[in-house]
Nanobody, 120 residues
Framework: QVQLVESGGGLVQVGGSLRLSCAAS????????MGWYRQAPGKQREPVAA??????NYADSVKGRFTISRDNAKNMVYLQMNSLKPEDTGVYYC???????????????WGQGTQVTVSS
């Protein structure tokens, strides 16, 4: 029943910016972490940025250019992407580690992804 829905992807020129959004809906007791992954053409899915109770983490390739943020009240996570490069092109996926019940273990959920294309 939990759903993650991404939005904000599109086509952007080198050096441009995009802001991705992810909304988590359904029965959710608590969210331990939310983050973003991406999959470039011909490559494996890789973590981009994540927020946990312990702080924020970024892949080296995006550090200083991307910023992740959360709206805990709305169960949303955002990814502000600046100074975009062609190598940032790929499908970006929202990910959440959450509990649906207080006495349940954490489960991992994925969105369907949103395409980001950076033209060179």
């Amino acid at each position: 029943q939990v759903q993650l829905v991404e939005s904000g992807g599109g086509l952007v020129q080198v050096g441009g910016s995009l802001r991705l959004s992810c909304a988590a809906s359904g029965i959710i007791f608590s969210i331990n972490a939310m983050g973003w992954y991406r999959q470039a053409p011909g490559k494996q899915r890789e973590p981009v940025a994540a927020m946990t109770s312990g702080g924020t983490n970024y892949a080296d390739s995006v550090k200083g250019r991307f910023t992740i943020s959360r709206d805990n009240a709305k169960n949303m996570v955002y990814l502000q992407m600046n100074s975009l490069k062609p190598e940032d092109t790929g499908v970006y996926y929202c990910n959440a580690d959450l509990k649906r019940k207080w006495n349940a273990q954490n489960g991992n959920y994925w969105g369907q992804g949103t395409q980001v294309t950076v033209s060179s």
